[in-house]
Nanobody, 118 residues
Framework: QVQLVESGGGSVQAGGSLRLSCAAS????MGWFRQAAGKEREFVSSITSGGTTYYADSVKGRFTISRDTAKNTVYLQMNSLKPEDTAVYYC????????????????WGQGTQVTVSS
């Protein structure tokens, strides 16, 4: 069983920055998804245990995923935030298949709200 504990959400104005953290109990591949009200959960970014990163086109160049292997913690640095980034952000752990599919991840955090105002 992998436990994921997220932190770092909040409210910010457009153009601002936030950093999300996800502490895991194991060092597997980890990812971030988000779900806006009334929409499906969508892939944001992921990082393998070896440090290879993947990003959704909508966040490339603005978001950066990284991990501290000693702490089993993954970070999502979000810059140049836009109102359309508003969503509940979920940390995911233990990848079983295709990284951009939510169904490929076995464990999930509780979610943290990110609200970007214009």
């Amino acid at each position: 069983q992998v436990q994921l504990v997220e932190s770092g959400g909040g409210s910010v104005q457009a153009g601002g920055s936030l950093r999300l953290s996800c502490a895991a109990s194991s060092g597997y591949a980890m990812g971030w998804f988000r779900q806006a009200a009334g929409k499906e959960r969508e892939f944001v970014s992921s990082i393998t245990s070896g440090g290879t990163t993947y990003y959704a086109d909508s966040v490339k160049g603005r978001f950066t995923i990284s991990r501290d292997t000693a702490k089993n913690t993954v970070y999502l640095q979000m810059n140049s935030l836009k109102p359309e980034d508003t969503a509940v952000y979920y940390c995911a752990g233990y990848l079983t298949s295709t990284y951009y599919r939510a169904t490929s991840w076995r464990y999930w955090g509780q979610g943290t709200q990110v609200t970007v105002s214009s």
